[in-house]
């Protein structure tokens, strides 16, 4: 079997040609895989081992995405994902899940949104269909399912025998600990103008350095994050912001005079304070989120996530206000679930958990947090999600479609999932996830 040329259209992924709709016609285009691993794939598919051809092929086109995000070195993933356990020796399967792999890859414009929509799509299936419950169903992967999924990752993650990242922002990296930057620098220009995520990374990378750093590269973090904070803070989400007052409060509690006062100099100017948290009760319920949250991306969630709600459940029945976005999160996750449905042990608890949450919350997270929050957008563009979405503001949250202070497209997202309008729904959540990579 010999390899076959494909053109490689970068974010938008590889130009298969319109005549090969058999899986082992597609893979011959894999320019990412050895002849052998095609081999396997074919051969498969000729013996109609579908789920084993899907699940291979996923498996490695997997292996090749984290190989080629772990060339931009873990140390700054770790930024990128503001975890400050990630070192340069930490593993990459251990610290990227699937999902978050995808999500990484199209945020630095590796993978267009279609592309990762579509890998999001084949995760979800295959996850499924590798679970207890397909099993003892006796549900298995059709050909068709099977071929889709292969089409997906040649097209977007295969096809190119060498995926390479740029990231124009790594001399800026290094700059902003060897220097205090102005706005007029160009390269503070080309930030400004930049999509979020790259102004995310900017900010994750010089709050770690406040922290870690010492003597002179500690003083421009500080020089550079008081002269950045007030032309970026009106373009962070909420989660970016309550992520500046956890520095002051950490920088505070170890009585780093320097970066306190830098910090306390930075949040005055934008009126930041409102983003100090009150007390530290909050990262327990954020690791208990994030661990619920994995799961329910990862195969047999219907399974496991009724332990990790119930642990997150536990922890208090007032969710301290740092935490607000990502307990929500995980929460309309399960109860949301996903297009095979939702975990029936799990869901009586998160729906619990969401009605505990008063009217001023609610009106928090519509006005300032679901217009970033790429998770839950992406999931109205599956019907039994959007149901169960549906189904909460009906019975629930109707006063919210009534509310004057949201931004237009927030309110025409309310309204129409009030009205039950399924093209308005996907339309309107479309474009707002759309925003978030603009």
């Not at 095609?38 to 490695?60: C, Q, S």
């Not at 020089?223 to 505070?252: M, V």
Request: a negative charge; aromatic letters at 8%; proline letters at 3%.
């Amino acid at each position: 079997m010999s390899s076959k040329e494909l053109i490689w259209a970068g974010p938008s992924g590889s130009l298969i040609p319109t005549q090969c709709s058999e899986p082992q016609e597609i893979v011959l285009y894999a320019n990412g895989l050895n002849d052998k691993q095609k081999k396997d794939i074919a051969r498969a598919f000729e013996h109609d081992a579908y789920e084993m051809g899907a699940d291979y092929t996923w498996r490695r086109a997997m292996v090749r995405l984290k190989s080629t995000l772990k060339t931009l070195g873990m140390g700054f993933i770790g930024e990128m994902l503001n975890d400050e356990d990630i070192d340069e020796f930490s593993n990459i399967d251990i610290v990227l899940n699937d999902y978050s792999a995808i999500s990484l890859a199209e945020q630095l414009g590796a993978i267009n949104s279609t592309g990762a929509l579509k890998l999001r799509q084949a995760l979800e299936m295959m996850s499924h269909y590798l679970s207890d419950e397909a099993e003892k169903n006796g549900e298995e992967l059709s050909k068709i399912d099977a071929s889709s999924l292969v089409s997906s990752c040649v097209k977007y993650i295969l096809g190119e025998a060498d995926i390479s990242i740029a990231i124009e922002f790594s001399a800026l990296r290094s700059r902003i600990f060897s220097e205090t930057l102005s706005l007029a620098d160009p390269q503070i220009e080309q930030l400004l103008d930049s999509p979020p995520f790259y102004i995310k990374t900017v900010v994750s990378v010089l709050l770690s350095g406040i922290k870690h750093e010492q003597g002179a590269a500690q003083e421009h973090a500080v020089g550079n994050i008081s002269t950045l904070i007030q032309p970026i803070w009106s373009h962070i989400p909420e989660k970016d912001r309550w992520q500046i007052g956890n520095a002051y409060r950490d920088a505070t509690a170890a009585g780093n005079i320097g970066a306190t006062k830098g910090l306390k100099n930075a949040l005055l100017k934008v009126k930041g304070f409102d983003y100090v948290p009150e007390n530290l009760r909050s990262a327990t319920f954020k690791k208990a989120a994030k661990s619920l949250i994995d799961a329910h991306f990862a195969t047999n969630n219907f399974y496991t996530e009724a332990p990790l709600v119930s642990s997150l459940s536990k922890l208090g029945s007032s969710i301290p206000a740092p935490a607000f976005i990502e307990c929500v999160q995980a929460y309309l996750c399960v109860y949301l679930g996903n297009s095979y449905g939702v975990s029936n042990a799990a869901f009586p608890t998160a729906k619990a958990e969401l009605l505990k949450i008063p009217e001023d919350r609610w009106r928090y997270y519509f006005s300032k947090v679901i217009a970033n929050d790429e998770i839950i957008l992406a999931k109205l563009f599956n019907s039994k999600p959007r149901d169960k979405f549906k189904t909460l503001i009906q019975e629930n949250l109707m006063y919210l479609a009534d509310s004057e202070s949201f931004d237009t497209d927030i309110l025409k997202l309310v309204q129409a999932l009030a009205d039950g309008d399924d093209s308005r729904i996907q339309g309107i959540a479309n474009k707002l996830y759309k925003k978030t990579r603009e």
